[in-house]
């Protein structure tokens, strides 16, 4: 199916390209979502804990220190658990978009369990006074009927699916909704994620900061939007927070990137003809 891309003519300034830098903020949500034996692994549950609290302060200071906005993606349980780390994302001026609420992967749930999983998330957030714009699926695994209560729920564009790498219009229950595509090679945690019970690759850094770069290249020669999608829990462990500056000053020193936020980017696609 040919999808219809959403049309920028330009970007801000004198911008060549549309870098988005996002952080999904999944804490100890995802394991506990699995089952309750997790609630008792406390090495696997801490370092989920890592990214809310010590990953999540070296990203915000990493971005301050370059002035670039971001959008991260929470999962109303780490909302709950981690309000301090709200506070500190929407101080610091980033997006917040909906990532579940206790990160399920929405295809083994039926539709009336994704719809309360979709309002949970909604709650816990407003209590942050946050009405998000974006909705990024738990673990990247977006679902028909998800997928058609967004744009009812209000909900401008989704980040999950991957069917171009620009971004896109999709249906949302017979309303318009912009899709900005990510991938999992533009992710952190096929090359850095690591547990015990599910194993993991831990990459060169090297090797992923050349493919991150020769990605924003590509997306430069194409004047399209990129995003990049990272964990604090992984990018937040120091030597990989070093890949990630360098990224950043490779780009920078590179061409003419526009860091923004999704919503920014949602905002300049207009609506399709
Ligand atoms: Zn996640």
């Given at each position: 199916m040919v999808r219809p891309t959403a049309v920028f003519p330009s970007w801000p300034g004198d911008a060549e390209v549309a870098v988005a830098l996002t952080f999904d903020v999944d804490g100890a949500a995802p394991w506990i979502s699995e089952g309750p034996e997790y609630?008792?692994?406390?090495?696997?549950?801490?370092?989920?804990?890592?990214?809310?609290?010590?990953?999540?302060?070296?990203?915000?200071?990493?971005?301050?220190?370059?002035?670039?906005?971001?959008?991260?993606?929470?999962?109303?349980?780490?909302?709950?658990?981690?309000?301090?780390?709200?506070?500190?994302?929407?101080?610091?001026?980033?997006?917040?978009?909906?990532?579940?609420?206790?990160?399920?992967?929405?295809?083994?749930?039926?539709?009336?369990?994704?719809?309360?999983?979709?309002?949970?998330?909604?709650?816990?957030?407003?209590?942050?006074?946050i009405r998000p714009a974006g909705y990024r699926s738990p673990g990247w695994e977006l679902t028909t009927e998800t997928l058609g209560m967004l744009a009812e729920l209000g909900f401008s564009y989704d980040s999950s699916l991957m069917a171009d790498d620009r971004p896109y219009w999709e249906d949302s229950g017979g309303k318009p909704l912009l899709e900005i595509p990510g991938h999992w090679s533009l992710c952190d945690w096929p090359y850095f994620g690591y547990t015990a019970y599910h194993g993991g690759l831990l990459a060169d850094p090297a090797a992923v900061e050349r493919s991150w770069l020769e990605e924003f290249e590509s997306a430069r020669q194409d004047r399209r939007a990129v995003t990049y999608t990272m964990h604090p829990e992984a990018i937040g462990r120091g030597y990989l927070l070093r890949m990630l500056e360098r990224v950043i000053s490779g780009m920078t020193t590179r061409g003419r990137p526009w860091f923004a936020t999704h919503a920014q980017i949602a905002e300049l696609a207009g609506q399709p003809d």
């Open positions: 609630a008792r692994r406390l090495t696997m549950l801490s370092q989920g804990e890592f990214g809310p609290g010590r990953g999540l302060v070296r990203v915000l200071d990493l971005l301050a220190d370059r002035g670039i906005p971001a959008t991260f993606y929470v999962p109303g349980h780490t909302a709950d658990q981690h309000p301090e780390a709200i506070t500190a994302i929407l101080e610091a001026g980033h997006e917040v978009g909906h990532h579940g609420y206790l990160h399920r992967g929405s295809d083994p749930l039926d539709a009336a369990d994704q719809r309360i999983e979709l309002e949970q998330g909604l709650t816990a957030l407003a209590k942050h006074g």
